[in-house]
Every structure is written in C-alpha cells, then in structure tokens.
C-alpha cells in the first residue's frame, strides 16, 4: 500500500515536471488564442506558450479558471482560495501578455513624437579635461605599463601643441589633428573592451578637447 | 589525530590552489597590459605569451609572433621597449 501510494506520488511529481519547464511546444497551443485557455494544467506551464494555437488535449476542468482568465483581464490575480491561486498566476501571465504589446506600442508613438529628447539624454556631455585626465587614472580597462605609456604620448603631443603656440615649432595643424586622431583611436581601442562609458565619452569630447588643445589662450590654462 | 592531519593538508592544499590561482591572474593581467603597451607604442607582438619579471617595472616578454622584447621604465619616466 505504501509502496502504491509512493508510486503515485512519483507519478504525480514527474507529471508536474514535465509539464512546468520545458514545454514550449505542446502548451501554447492551449493558452494562446483568446488567452482564456490558459487555467487548469496549462496554467502552470505555460506563461510562454500563450500565442500559439489552440489544442484542447489537456483542457482542465473547472469553471472557477474560467472565471479566473476573464477576470484577470481586469483584476491582477487576488486569488481567495489556495487552489484558484495556482490558476490565477497563469491567468494573471496571460493578461499580462496582452498588455504587453500595447505597451510596446505606445513608446512608438512615443518615440516618434519626441525623439530627439530621447537622444539627448543618451549622448554624454565632453568631458573637462581634468575630469577625462582623473577618469583615465582611475579606470581599470588598462594596465600601469599601458597608462604610463600612454601618458607620455598625451604628454609628447602636448609638447608638440606648446611648440606650435610658443611659434618655436610651425607643425601644421593638420599634421596635429592628424596625430591627434591616432591617439584618441588608440584610447578608444584600449577602453572600449574593458570601459565602454569612458571610451564613448572620450570620443564624444574629441571636438571639445580639439578646441582646447588649439587655442592658445585655454591651451595655456592647462 | 588522524582528521586534525587531514584538514591541515586540505587547507594548505586549498591555500595553495588559491595563491597559485591568484598568481595566474595576476601574469594575465600584466601580460595584457604589456600586450596593450607594445600595441600602443606601435610595435608587432600579437599577444604576449610570456612574461620574465627582470625588476621593478622591468620585464623581458615573448610575444605570439616570437619577437621579444624588454619592457621597462627608465629614468625619464618614460615606457620603453628594446627589441631582443
């Protein structure tokens, strides 16, 4: 009798599992189309599987899940009863599916009213010089060796920069931007693995950087 | 006895798994930093394979492509590598 009675048990909890994970397949066909389908056994399996066609292979019984899937449309689950608990939660994913995509919806419109606002935000201010200078100590994208390395070639351009303003040193300007393109490449490269936000933020300042770096009056504020 | 033995050995083997793991991370780092130096100071290696710490910021790497080179900082401040 024990041993009948463990066999079902087994038999019941191998049934649950296989119903619960991994059924993409054979539960959606029950939930999908109105989304009404979705209690009894199908509720606790499939959240997922809600779009797809309709299969009344499993169709579960009661008719307080029906209730439950035409409430939920209104009413987040607030089950009374343990048991309508376990439907409710189906019921609730299958509502929340539907909501779903006016959701997505609405930030097209959105989206498409105001856009530009949008790109704004997502594009980071140049960075001051000092504050890219502090940013670059203090990331750990890259290595002493890489920093110092790299700090004497920001310091040989600005050299080369000091030269030109000081007229002991007539670089053309375009041999400069050119040198300094190299280098804020070679930046860009070493952070963009390893600190993405400095590396965009640092390509975003390029042009504000630039018009530190050629005009004497800020170069000399440096 | 015979436990108190047993974990001793289990801890120092953990302890040393740990620091040999540590230590690892540690030449990985710095091989990629110096893969980044080389890199950036415009010279061939492909990744750097192997690091020889000679001293303080001084070190003798292999790269990928076979070519070797010394690493260090000299007195100026200033990275350099010598092709070996």
């Known amino acids: ?222 | 006895m015979k436990i108190t033995v047993n974990r001793f050995i289990l801890l120092s083997a953990a302890a040393l798994s740990f620091s040999i793991y540590v230590q690892a991370a540690d030449n990985s780092a710095l091989a990629r930093d110096l893969t980044a130096t080389l890199s950036l100071l415009g010279l061939p290696c492909g990744q750097v394979v192997n690091v020889v710490t000679q001293g303080n910021r001084d070190h003798l790497v292999t790269c990928s492509d076979k070519n070797r080179y010394r690493v260090y900082v000299n007195a100026q401040g200033r990275v350099t590598a010598e092709k070996r």
């Open chain 1, 1 to 222: 009798m024990r041993f009948a009675a463990k066999l079902a048990l087994l038999m019941t909890a191998l049934a649950a599992g296989c119903a619960a994970p991994g059924k993409p397949a054979a539960a959606p066909p029950d939930t999908t189309p109105g989304g009404q389908r979705q209690p009894a056994s199908a509720t606790v399996i499939a959240p997922d599987n809600l779009p797809s066609a309709p299969i009344k292979t499993i169709e579960p019984p009661p008719p307080e899940q029906e209730k439950a899937p035409e409430i939920p449309a209104v009413n987040p689950p607030a089950a009374a009863q343990p048991p309508a608990k376990t439907t409710d939660k189906p019921a609730a994913k299958p509502v929340a599916a539907p909501v779903s995509p006016p959701k997505s919806k609405a930030p097209e419109t959105k989206t498409s009213t105001k856009p530009q606002p949008a790109q704004e935000p997502a594009a980071p201010p140049p960075l001051a010089l000092t504050v890219l200078e502090q940013r670059l100590k203090d990331t750990s994208a890259i290595g002493v060796f890489t920093k110092l390395a790299l700090k004497n070639q920001i310091d040989d351009l600005l050299t080369q920069f000091r030269a030109r303003h000081e007229g002991s040193s007539k670089t053309p300007l375009s041999q400069l931007r050119k040198a300094y393109d190299n280098l804020l490449a070679k930046v860009h490269d070493l952070l963009k693995s390893g600190d993405p936000p400095l590396a965009a933020a640092i390509m975003n300042s390029r042009e504000a950087i630039w018009l530190v770096l050629t005009d004497p009056a800020r170069f000399a504020k440096l």
